[in-house]
Nanobody, 122 residues
Framework: QVQLVESGGGLVQAGASLRLSCIVT????????VGWFRQAPGKEREFVAR????????VSADSLKGRFVTWRDFASNIIYLQMNSLKPEDTSVYYC???????????????WGQGTQVTVSS
């Protein structure tokens, strides 16, 4: 079973940057895609970014391109999400997830981390 652990969240001011980490361990034979999602209280889960585990090819949500980018460190098996120019509306719990399909839909992912809180003050 694949296991994922997110870290790196915190409280920052608008305009600051954060880098989240997702440590991927366990049997990764069926892991093709690692996705980042976020969910604020009372709101639906939102796609943030995704990448191919094997190639590292990545894509971010259209609304976040230019500010958010994800990549894989092949030596450490750590997935990073760099978040720049943070805005109060970015405040959410951020999750990483693993699945067998390269998809932006949360239902395509079956293994999830515990989430890490990102809070951006105005």
């Amino acid at each position: 079973q694949v296991q994922l652990v997110e870290s790196g969240g915190g409280l920052v001011q608008a305009g600051a940057s954060l880098r989240l980490s997702c440590i991927v361990t366990g049997d990764k034979e069926h892991t093709y895609s690692v996705g980042w999602f976020r969910q604020a209280p009372g709101k639906e889960r939102e796609f943030v970014a995704r990448l191919s585990w094997f190639s590292g090819d990545a894509v971010s949500a259209d609304s976040l391109k230019g500010r958010f980018v994800t990549w894989r460190d092949f030596a450490s098996n750590i997935i990073y999400l760099q978040m720049n120019s943070l805005k109060p509306e970015d405040t959410s719990v951020y999750y990483c997830a693993a699945g067998s399909n390269f998809s932006s839909k949360s239902r395509e992912y079956v293994h999830w981390g515990q989430g890490t809180q990102v809070t951006v003050s105005s």
